[in-house]
């Protein structure tokens, strides 16, 4: 399964007029590939994402989602596509405190009603992917800044989804740490067959990634130029 939008163009309201986020966008991810989309603060970056989590709805174009046509969905429709299908990972991790690292992700699998055994086998399973499963156990307060971030990819996996949104991800991390987490999302991304896209401002570790674009004015540029 892939992720597709199809001369995708975005607006917003803007004084009296309306403020073009996106104009006339169209990118394809295949499954098992992670394409970077880079650009500066205000480029349109925020708004791919957004419209291909389904959380926006595009003015004009087409979003495919694992083959489903996002247009005839309702926003039921729409939440339960972002459930079953997408992985959002946040730029800030946003774990909650009180929780393990394996209880971060059994409660996004406990939203699809799942099985308690397979949830937890699932959750371990995907915390010793990330390298984590010694510290199952742990709290976010007793967790380095990249082992929550490594938390936040593993629960963005935990409901198998066919695509995998990532905002910034190595914005709060050192070249190193960021680094190593960019390696982890696109070897995660090759594993699990998941259509990845990385939006980042920082151009440092793309070569990690299968393909890389730019957003400039809401316009998009293949490839980016070095």
């Known amino acids: 399964m892939s992720l597709v939008l199809e001369a995708v163009t975005l607006t917003y309201p803007d004084g ?3 403020l073009t986020a996106l104009d006339e966008v169209s990118l394809t991810v295949p499954a098992g590939r992670l394409t970077a989309v880079v650009g500066p603060s205000g480029s349109g970056k925020s708004s791919l994402l957004a419209v291909a989590a389904t959380l926006v709805t ?10 489903t046509d996002t247009a005839g969905l309702d926003a039921g429709g729409r939440a ?3 459930r079953e299908s997408i992985g ?3 730029q800030q991790p946003n774990l909650l405190p009180s929780l393990t690292a394996v209880e971060q992700l059994q409660v996004m699998a406990d939203l699809s009603g799942r099985a308690p055994k397979r949830v937890r086998d699932r959750a371990m399973e995907l915390l010793d992917a990330v ?5 199952a156990a742990r709290r976010p307060h007793q967790l380095s800044g990249g082992q929550r971030q490594r938390v936040n990819i593993a629960r963005a996996l935990m409901n198998e989804p066919a695509v995998l ?4 991800p190595t914005s709060a991390l050192d070249h190193e740490r960021g680094a190593a987490v960019v390696a982890l999302l696109a070897g995660l991304t090759r594993e699990r067959r998941t ?4 939006v980042t401002h920082d151009r440092a570790h793309l070569t990690a990634a299968d393909e890389v674009t730019t957003v400039q004015d809401g316009h998009l540029t293949l490839p980016a130029p070095a």
């Open 16 to 18: 009296d007029g309306r």
């Open 58 to 67: 595009p003015d004009r174009g087409r979003v495919v989602v694992a083959g």
């Open 80 to 82: 339960a596509l972002r």
């Open 88 to 90: 959002i990972v946040f």
């Open 131 to 135: 390298g984590l499963a010694d510290r």
């Open 165 to 168: 949104l990532v905002d910034e």
């Open 195 to 198: 259509a990845t896209v990385l």
